[in-house]
């Protein structure tokens, strides 16, 4: 089955400390990658998508992903976090055509002062 | 653009109630509607997949007859849960797809249903 996994269940750091949230899928060829956050209480936003090409992404709000196809993996990295950026991270991939996003469970990211 | 809507952002029901979720893409047309349901803390959980004009395809262990999905229009798709108990009690995620070169999916803000 086409899965996501999403390696930390709950991330602390302090201000200005790096972030590396992991993100890994199962083999599916082709596939679509995306990281959404959801801050308390409010909905999903995208933060960066990976469909062809550079690698690197380049996000919102200073976020950046990396897709590493022999790794199976799209990791989200910030170099510096602040206390805003505490929220839910979901990775989600596309496997297929047009097939609906499947979800990671989540990385909660608790950033503190 | 690419705003999706949902409508009602909150709703608290009885207990053998039904209750309808909208969905609405507010700027574009959508080929597929898809619903998601997160419980707290939780990931999203796809429910369906629905096309304008056909009917929508359910996952595994999703009820085809308690959660009625209508996808009548390119703009509207509606989520009815019908004869809700407290356990249907999640928050509720639309997503819209458009086809514009590579499919992109919009997310709309979800509705928090509590069934009491």
């Known amino acids: 089955a086409q899965s996501v996994s999403q390696h930390n269940h709950h991330v602390i750091l302090s201000e200005a400390a790096s972030l590396e949230l992991g993100c890994n899928y199962s083999?599916?060829?082709?596939?679509?990658l995306f990281w959404y956050v959801q801050y308390p209480g409010q909905h999903l936003q995208l933060l960066l998508k990976?469909?062809?090409?550079?690698?690197l992404v380049k996000g919102i709000k200073g976020f950046e992903a990396e897709f590493i196809k022999s790794k199976f993996s799209f990791n989200l990295r910030k170099p510096s976090v602040q206390w805003s950026d505490t929220a839910e991270y979901f990775c989600?991939?596309?496997?297929?055509?047009?097939?609906?996003?499947?979800f990671g469970k989540g990385t909660r990211l608790s950033v503190i002062a | 653009g690419a705003v999706v809507s949902q409508h009602p952002s909150r709703v608290i029901c009885k207990s053998g109630t039904s209750v309808k979720i909208e969905c609405r893409s507010l700027?574009?047309?959508?080929?597929?509607m898809f619903w998601y349901r997160q419980f707290p803390k939780q990931s999203l959980m796809l429910m369906a997949t629905?096309?304008?004009?056909?009917?929508?395809?359910?996952e595994q262990g999703v009820e085809k007859d308690k959660f009625l999905i209508n996808h009548a229009s390119l703009t509207l798709s509606t989520l009815t849960v019908t004869s809700a108990h407290p356990e249907d009690s999640s928050f509720y995620i639309c997503?819209?797809?458009?086809?514009?070169?590579?499919?992109?999916?919009?997310f709309g803000p979800g509705t928090r249903l509590t069934v009491l």
């Open positions: 700027d574009f047309q959508a080929t597929t």
């Open positions: 083999y599916g060829g082709t596939v679509n």
């Open positions: 997503s819209a797809s458009v086809q514009r070169g590579l499919q992109e999916q919009f």
């Open positions: 990976y469909f062809s090409g550079d690698p």
């Open positions: 629905s096309n304008e004009g056909s009917k929508a395809t359910y």
């Open positions: 989600a991939v596309r496997f297929s055509g047009n097939t609906p996003l499947v």
